[in-house]
C-alpha cells in the first residue's frame, strides 16, 4: 500500500504564491513516478507537473515558468511551488505515485486563486 498525503492548499490573490507538499508513505512505491495534477470544476484531471527517468521533470505548457516540482528523497515528500497564481490554477490538486503499474492517489488539496 501506498499512502499519499497532500497539504498546502489555500485561498491566494492572483499573482500570488502556494506550496504545496505531499508526504508519501509505504513501500515500492518508485518516487520517479510521483506527479501533481489537478481538477478544476466539470474538467477532466490534467497532468501539472511530474519526475521523468533519470530526473528531468515535464510540465503543462498552462504552468511552465510559474511552478516548480522538487522532491525531498530523505522525506519522501514532493513539493509543487506554485508562483504567479492566476485564477485558471484554481482546482484539487492531487499528488499521484505508482507502484509497479498501481497507481495511488492522495486526497487532494483545494487551491482557489480568487481576489
Known amino acids: 500500500q501506498v499512502q499519499l498525503m497532500e497539504s498546502g492548499g489555500g485561498l491566494v490573490q492572483p499573482g500570488g504564491s502556494l506550496r504545496l507538499s505531499c508526504a508519501a508513505s509505504?513501500?515500492?512505491?518508485?518516487?520517479?513516478?510521483m506527479a501533481w495534477y489537478r481538477q478544476a470544476p466539470e474538467k477532466q484531471r490534467e497532468l501539472v507537473a511530474r519526475?521523468?527517468?533519470?530526473?528531468?521533470?515535464t510540465y503543462a505548457d498552462s504552468v511552465k515558468g510559474r511552478f516548480t516540482i522538487s522532491r525531498d528523497n530523505a522525506k519522501s515528500t514532493v513539493f509543487l511551488q506554485m508562483n504567479s497564481l492566476k485564477p485558471e490554477d484554481t482546482a484539487v490538486y492531487y499528488c499521484?505515485?505508482?507502484?509497479?503499474?498501481?497507481?495511488?492517489w492522495g486526497q487532494g488539496t483545494q487551491v482557489t486563486v480568487s481576489s
Open positions: 519526475f521523468e527517468s533519470g530526473g528531468s521533470t
Open positions: 499521484k505515485a505508482n507502484r509497479g503499474l498501481i497507481p495511488y
Open positions: 509505504g513501500t515500492g512505491f518508485s518516487a520517479n513516478t
